[in-house]
């Protein structure tokens, strides 16, 4: 395993502020890595550092085994897809694609053989000779893309370049750049909050919160597999429930909650179920936990929905169903069902 | 409603130049009504005045050597003021740099006399020069200034890390993108030297600038005739500069 970006505790302040804190991560070559977070968790800040935009406040970025302290932007072997694209406006799309070439006095003729490779790697060929404010969104992404490939960097750093389209084009913004990603091999750091995105493109993904690094791991690791508290309660829909472990259980509420447990009698414990897994229905035999309940609030979303059912006074949980048939859709005030096996259950920790 | 404002505002601000090109043409030693007939022997009576083409010449060296100092010169500062927000005291500075637009010209132009005279520097189109530019830098920075407030920076950042240094990132990203600034700073500056008479009276040596020339003899009465002449040869001149100006930006733009 060859590494191609690697962080040794890097942190980044800004006057008061600590955006990147303490941050080790090791980025294999030709891996697709996303750095997933919340807004303002230091996402930017960090592949910023990678690039060399910013000099970590402490620590340092290695690129293929050699230190980048010191190394300027432009003698970095990474290349940068712009949080808000940044494509030159006085330049046609081509030219825009042939910048990085031109700067490094390739001969003319190379020059247009490679752009021209790039530009049909991102299926723009046609539109050499546009203007960048005559194309589509979609296409300015593609441009953004190319450009940034076409002088075969290490690694490509992308920062939210699908965060300005609409859902159905970032669907498919999101297979091209799989697509891309296999047909060029470049390392691509891949930074977003959208944990879809995420799961879906990548084959590791790290989980940043509050500038530290909460957990690495393969997309089924961090989202079935979560660390600790801060990762289990930023990936997707899931209900925390804490109390006091006894004999097998917990008791919350009045309610009796079976979990596996290595902890030990009488400490208090934190576990998390995802609304996913939870199963619910008018009658409902067979997980390890079940429940009466009355649902107090529906969100239908179309192939599915979302119901806060309230188990005890102070109880109240998120399922998420799939509507198969319109029979299984249920309205506030249901009288329902809801369960799940003990293994579905995570403990999150034994204190909190 | 709208339309009829715009006539009147165009006639308002007009209206005097137009005047002012159709005496230029009138066959009569007195300016003014009635028109009498066609000339054109007032150009020619310019264009074979040794005075008035000197003076011409002056006007235009002293315009292009201004506009060559302080386009540049207003560019520079706006870049520190915009770009280098930790610069000590820039608030100060911002309201510093912007003090020269407010002051009488004639004031200015006093001071710049003592100014000169207590350095020992005799009065020729150098002084002028200099009162020029430091009436014009103000004018140029605030120009760049509001350029360089809307510009992207990661445009620039962009060029870097596609593996242009810090000279070539200026060269092929920032410059193109502020051109039109450039543009508009220098024909600004231009322009305010090209008509400034004021300091330009108080700080010229024995060679005068145009306005200080027809300033100088528009109360001789026989003389009136060829000043509208060549007035209206300035007048073309500034016009064709914006008109200029303009087909170069919009060609800039269509590329
Ligand atoms: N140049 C800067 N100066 C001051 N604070 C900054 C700067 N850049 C980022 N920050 C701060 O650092 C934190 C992380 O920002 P950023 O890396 O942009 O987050 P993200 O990309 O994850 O949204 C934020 O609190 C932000 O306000
Ligand atoms: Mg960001």
Request: net charge neutral; glycine share 8%; with cysteine.
């Given at each position: 395993?060859?590494?191609?970006?690697?962080?040794?505790?890097?942190?980044?302040?800004?006057?008061?502020?600590?955006?990147?804190?303490?941050?080790?991560?090791?980025?294999?070559?030709?891996?697709?890595?996303?750095?997933?977070?919340?807004?303002?968790?230091?996402?930017?800040?960090?592949?910023?550092?990678?690039?060399?935009?910013?000099?970590?406040?402490?620590?340092?970025?290695?690129?293929?085994?050699?230190?980048?302290?010191?190394v300027p932007p432009?003698?970095r072997?990474?290349?940068?897809?712009?949080?808000?694209?940044?494509?030159?406006?006085?330049?046609?799309?081509?030219?825009?694609?042939?910048?990085?070439?031109?700067?490094?006095?390739?001969?003319?003729?190379?020059?247009?053989q490679?752009?021209?490779k790039?530009?049909?790697?991102?299926?723009?060929?046609g539109?050499?000779?546009?203007?960048i404010?005559?194309?589509?969104?979609?296409?300015?992404?593609?441009?953004?893309?190319?450009?940034?490939?076409?002088?075969?960097?290490?690694?490509?750093?992308?920062?939210?370049?699908l965060?300005?389209?609409?859902?159905?084009?970032?669907?498919?913004?999101?297979?091209?750049?799989?697509?891309?990603?296999?047909?060029?091999?470049?390392?691509?750091?891949?930074?977003?909050?959208?944990?879809?995105?995420?799961?879906?493109?990548?084959?590791?993904?790290?989980?940043?919160?509050?500038?530290?690094?909460?957990?690495?791991?393969?997309?089924?690791e961090?989202?079935?597999k979560?660390?600790?508290?801060?990762?289990?309660?930023?990936?997707?829909?899931?209900?925390?429930?804490?109390?006091?472990?006894?004999?097998?259980?917990?008791?919350?509420?009045g309610?009796?909650?079976?979990?596996?447990?290595?902890?030990?009698?009488?400490?208090?414990?934190?576990?998390?179920?995802?609304?996913?897994?939870?199963?619910?229905?008018?009658?409902?035999?067979?997980?390890?936990?079940?429940?009466k309940?009355?649902?107090?609030?529906?969100?239908?979303?179309?192939?599915d929905?979302?119901?806060?059912?309230?188990?005890?006074?102070?109880?109240?949980?998120?399922?998420?169903?799939?509507?198969?048939?319109?029979?299984?859709i249920?309205?506030?005030?249901?009288?329902?069902?809801?369960g799940?096996?003990?293994?579905?259950?995570?403990?999150?920790?034994?204190?909190? | 409603?709208h339309?009829?404002?715009?006539?009147?505002?165009?006639?308002f601000?007009?209206?005097?130049?137009?005047?002012?090109?159709?005496?230029?043409?009138?066959?009569?030693?007195?300016?003014?009504?009635?028109?009498?007939?066609?000339?054109?022997?007032?150009?020619?009576?310019?264009?074979?005045?040794?005075?008035i083409?000197?003076?011409?010449?002056?006007?235009?060296?002293?315009?292009?050597?201004?506009?060559?100092?302080?386009t540049?010169?207003?560019?520079?500062?706006?870049?520190?003021?915009?770009?280098?927000?930790?610069?000590?005291?820039?608030?100060?500075?911002?309201?510093?740099?912007?003090?020269?637009?407010?002051i009488?010209?004639?004031?200015?132009?006093?001071?710049?006399l003592?100014?000169?005279?207590?350095?020992?520097l005799?009065?020729?189109?150098?002084?002028?020069?200099?009162?020029?530019?430091?009436?014009?830098?103000?004018?140029?920075l605030?120009?760049?200034?509001?350029?360089?407030i809307?510009?992207?920076?990661?445009?620039e950042?962009?060029?870097?890390?596609?593996?242009?240094?810090?000279?070539?990132?200026?060269?092929?990203v920032t410059?193109?993108?502020?051109?039109?600034?450039?543009?508009?700073a220098?024909?600004?500056?231009?322009?305010?030297?090209?008509?400034?008479?004021?300091?330009?009276?108080?700080?010229?040596?024995?060679?005068?600038?145009?306005?200080?020339?027809?300033?100088?003899?528009?109360?001789?009465?026989?003389?009136?005739?060829?000043?509208?002449?060549?007035?209206?040869?300035?007048?073309?001149?500034?016009?064709?500069?914006?008109?200029?100006s303009?087909?170069?930006r919009?060609?800039?733009?269509?590329?």
């Amino acid at each position: 395993m060859v590494i191609d970006v690697e962080l040794r505790g890097v942190t980044k302040r800004f006057a008061d502020i600590v955006a990147v804190d303490n941050v080790s991560i090791q980025i294999l070559k030709g891996e697709f890595f996303s750095l997933l977070g919340p807004s303002g968790c230091g996402k930017t800040t960090t592949l910023r550092t990678i690039a060399g935009f910013e000099d970590p406040s402490e620590g340092e970025v290695f690129i293929s085994g050699q230190s980048m302290a010191g190394v300027p932007p432009f003698k970095r072997p990474t290349n940068m897809v712009f949080q808000h694209l940044a494509l030159f406006p006085h330049l046609s799309v081509e030219e825009n694609v042939a910048f990085g070439l031109k700067v490094k006095r390739l001969a003319k003729q190379e020059i247009r053989q490679r752009a021209s490779k790039f530009l049909e790697i991102v299926r723009l060929s046609g539109l050499e000779k546009r203007k960048i404010s005559q194309l589509s969104g979609g296409q300015q992404q593609r441009v953004a893309i190319a450009r940034a490939l076409v002088t075969e960097p290490t690694v490509l750093l992308l920062d939210e370049p699908l965060g300005p389209l609409d859902l159905r084009l970032r669907l498919e913004m999101q297979e091209e750049l799989k697509r891309i990603q296999r047909e060029v091999g470049t390392t691509f750091v891949y930074v977003t909050h959208d944990q879809t995105e995420a799961l879906s493109l990548s084959n590791r993904v790290a989980v940043m919160i509050s500038g530290r690094i909460e957990q690495v791991g393969t997309p089924l690791e961090v989202y079935e597999k979560p660390r600790n508290h801060s990762v289990a309660e930023f990936m997707g829909e899931t209900n925390m429930l804490g109390g006091r472990y006894l004999d097998g259980a917990v008791e919350i509420d009045g309610l009796s909650v079976r979990v596996t447990s290595q902890a030990s009698k009488g400490t208090d414990i934190i576990f998390s179920i995802r609304s996913e897994k939870i199963s619910i229905g008018k009658t409902l035999s067979g997980p390890d936990n079940v429940f009466k309940g009355t649902v107090r609030g529906v969100t239908y979303r179309g192939s599915d929905s979302v119901y806060d059912v309230q188990l005890s006074e102070r109880i109240i949980i998120k399922v998420r169903s799939t509507n198969l048939a319109l029979e299984s859709i249920y309205r506030v005030g249901d009288e329902v069902f809801v369960g799940w096996d003990i293994d579905k259950a995570l403990l999150i920790s034994s204190l909190r | 409603m709208h339309f009829g404002y715009m006539v009147f505002y165009y006639a308002f601000t007009f209206a005097p130049l137009i005047i002012l090109v159709i005496f230029s043409f009138n066959d009569s030693a007195r300016v003014g009504l009635p028109f009498k007939a066609f000339t054109l022997k007032w150009y020619a009576e310019v264009l074979s005045d040794p005075t008035i083409l000197s003076a011409i010449a002056n006007s235009l060296l002293v315009g292009a050597v201004v506009t060559l100092l302080s386009t540049p010169g207003g560019t520079a500062a706006a870049f520190v003021l915009v770009r280098h927000q930790s610069f000590v005291g820039r608030k100060a500075f911002n309201t510093l740099v912007l003090i020269p637009m407010v002051i009488p010209p004639v004031i200015v132009g006093i001071s710049l006399l003592t100014f000169f005279h207590a350095i020992g520097l005799e009065l020729s189109l150098v002084t002028v020069i200099l009162a020029h530019t430091l009436i014009a830098l103000p004018f140029s920075l605030l120009v760049m200034v509001a350029r360089l407030i809307g510009f992207d920076r990661s445009l620039e950042e962009a060029a870097m890390d596609l593996g242009a240094d810090e000279l070539t990132t200026f060269l092929k990203v920032t410059l193109p993108l502020i051109f039109p600034g450039l543009l508009a700073a220098a024909i600004l500056a231009f322009t305010i030297s090209f008509g400034e008479v004021a300091v330009a009276f108080f700080t010229i040596g024995y060679q005068p600038t145009l306005p200080v020339y027809i300033f100088g003899q528009v109360r001789l009465p026989t003389r009136l005739p060829v000043l509208t002449a060549v007035s209206a040869l300035a007048l073309s001149f500034s016009a064709l500069l914006v008109v200029a100006s303009e087909i170069t930006r919009r060609i800039r733009e269509k590329k």
